[in-house]
């Protein structure tokens, strides 16, 4: 206890401090609809790239051995939760384009392609009892082809696609799921470890489990409103942990790579400058991305969140925490399980303190007493919850430093703008939006000092967007999902982008670079 209130003190005197001098939360809403850009050039060395996903852009669900995955089950079982006929099935229809996506991405001029393994491509089954050549082949020759065209493959593992039998075993909410993991992710290495230098195990565990077992909004649905997401996070981050062991001891050394967890944040800034308030965003930040963050960097969840669940397990009659424990040995496996911390970033929320809820409400909500909320003036998207705050890039950034360092590098592995997914003349849409976020992620590094090593825009193509289908989207092409061949267009934000990956520039000319980026 006394530590977290050391914590707390430190943090609110750092806050102060940074009100004082024009950087806190009212002073700094004014730089929403700011011109100013950052004319230093990025550091030499810095990561450009962008991101996908298997479910939202491969298609082929059933082609060529693959087994069913939740989403796959979810499109076919229950379709009124989809558009019509705006599903995964086809999607992109990336499966047959490959060499037509990394000709994109080349012509783009990235360094970097992070994308998704579909399990379920790999191993129908979710388990080594049944391994799929022909899926491994796919992505054998995808990061072959990456290769030859100079574009580093960033594989994550796992973007909210669990294999249905997995899930029909209990998913998340088994223990089994963690020696399911390790050996899919022990084949990956296997197979592909030799030219991949970049893993990720898990993408936004935090939005996963909220989504999949308590909240809503994500496949499976199976909700268990104030345990099942602390369950599944639990049983995530020992996989996390046991698969990071795995590569050191049998991969790391002749592989050379390395290997972390992608968390995301919505930045929680105090919506005033009262002392209930910053410790409600505090606790917000805590609670969402050090959900996960904490126990990779320092071996086990934020003493808030630990004191909150157990203080509202015990009052409501739980016999033991809704949150589970990691025994001593778990928390030394996850101590330090990460070679760099990773973020997707989107928006930003106000937050305020609330009351207590009453002790008979069970749910994440309930517990931390945290009220966020987006003014109704700022900048909107296709989105109701995403609303354009180019500065909560900045502040995010550098609270990961704050909180958790950055001695290992953090970098951004998703950043992008949503509207209806027709709009190709976006340059002051989507193309205001990355250049005023990443004059933001400039000033974290130059003005800030955060080593800040990557960039990887969401996304390159239009894709499925999960329950939403293609009515809305990110990417900087156009795809048209009704061609048979789901022809890809260049928007006016494709040729904006590259032109910043290709001069690590954000205008038409900028200072040289003073730093460089050293992996």
């Known amino acids: 206890m006394a530590a977290m209130k050391h914590t707390i003190a430190v943090f609110l005197f750092a806050y102060l401090l940074n009100q004082s001098h024009g950087e806190g939360t009212l002073g700094s809403h004014a730089h929403l609809f700011s011109d100013e850009v950052s004319d230093m050039a ?20 059933d082609e060529d051995g693959k087994g069913e995955s939740v989403w796959d089950y979810d499109a076919h079982n ?17 499966y047959h384009n490959t060499d037509v996506d990394v000709e994109l991405l080349r012509r783009q001029g990235v360094s970097t392609y992070r994308f998704s393994v579909s399990w ?6 979710g388990h080594l009892d049944n391994i799929n050549e022909k899926g491994l082949a796919y992505y054998r020759d995808l990061i072959q082809k990456l290769k030859q065209n100079n574009i580093e493959p960033f594989i994550n593992m796992h973007h909210a696609d669990n294999p249905r039998p997995i899930e029909d075993e209990g998913g998340f909410l088994t223990e089994d799921y963690i020696d399911a993991f ?27 489990c909220s989504g999949a077992y308590d909240t809503g909004g994500s496949s499976p649905q199976n909700l268990h409103p104030g345990t099942g997401a602390y369950i599944c996070g ?7 942990a046991k698969t990071y062991r795995v590569y050191d001891e049998r991969f790391r050394a002749t592989q050379n790579g390395k290997i972390s967890m992608i968390i995301t944040e919505s930045w929680t800034e105090p919506a005033t400058n009262s002392s209930d308030d910053i410790l409600a965003a505090e606790r917000g930040s805590l609670t969402n991305y050090g959900w996960y963050a904490h126990p990779i960097v320092f071996g086990d969840y934020p003493e808030v969140m630990r004191e909150r669940v157990d203080m509202r397990s015990a009052l409501q009659g739980f016999n033991q925490s809704r949150l589970p424990v990691f025994t001593d040995e778990e928390k030394e496996e996850l101590k330090g399980s990460y070679d760099f911390l990773a973020v997707n970033m989107y928006t930003t929320v106000l937050a305020t303190d609330m009351e207590e809820a009453p002790i008979e409400e069970i749910g994440l909500g309930s517990d931390f007493r945290v009220h966020t909320y987006q003014p109704d003036d700022w900048e909107k998207t296709a ?16 609270w990961i430093r704050d909180t958790y360092g950055d001695d290992k590098g953090i970098i951004v592995t998703e950043n992008g703008y949503k509207d209806t997914g027709n709009e190709m003349e976006d340059l002051d849409t989507r193309g205001r939006y990355h250049k005023m976020y990443l004059s933001n992620l400039n000033d974290v590094i130059y003005k800030d000092g955060v080593n800040l090593f990557g960039y990887l825009a969401w996304s390159l193509m239009n894709d499925v967007e999960w329950y939403e289908g293609w009515t809305t989207n990110l990417g900087h092409y156009h795809v048209d999902f009704y061609s048979p061949n789901r022809t890809r267009t260049p ?11 290709t001069t690590n520039c954000l205008l ?5 670079a003073t730093k460089r980026i050293m992996l």
């Open 42 to 61: 990025f550091p030499d060395g810095f990561m450009w790239g962008y991101s996908s996903a298997a479910y939202q852009v491969e298609g082929a669900w």
């Open 78 to 94: 229950r379709p009124e939760w989809f558009p019509e006929g705006q599903n995964g099935d086809i999607a992109c229809d990336a």
């Open 120 to 125: 379920s491509r790999v191993l129908p089954t």
């Open 182 to 208: 390790v050996d899919y992710a022990t084949l990956l290495f296997e197979n592909f470890g030799d030219d991949v230098k970049w893993w990720t195990t898990f993408n936004e565990p935090n939005q996963v």
């Open 234 to 240: 639990h049983n995530l981050l020992r996989a996390h």
């Open 383 to 398: 989105s109701s919850w995403f609303k354009v705050v180019p500065w909560g890039a900045r502040h995010l950034v550098r």
């Open 491 to 501: 928007k006016q934000s494709a040729a904006y982008y590259k032109k910043v990956v």
């Open 508 to 512: 038409d000319s900028c200072q040289p």
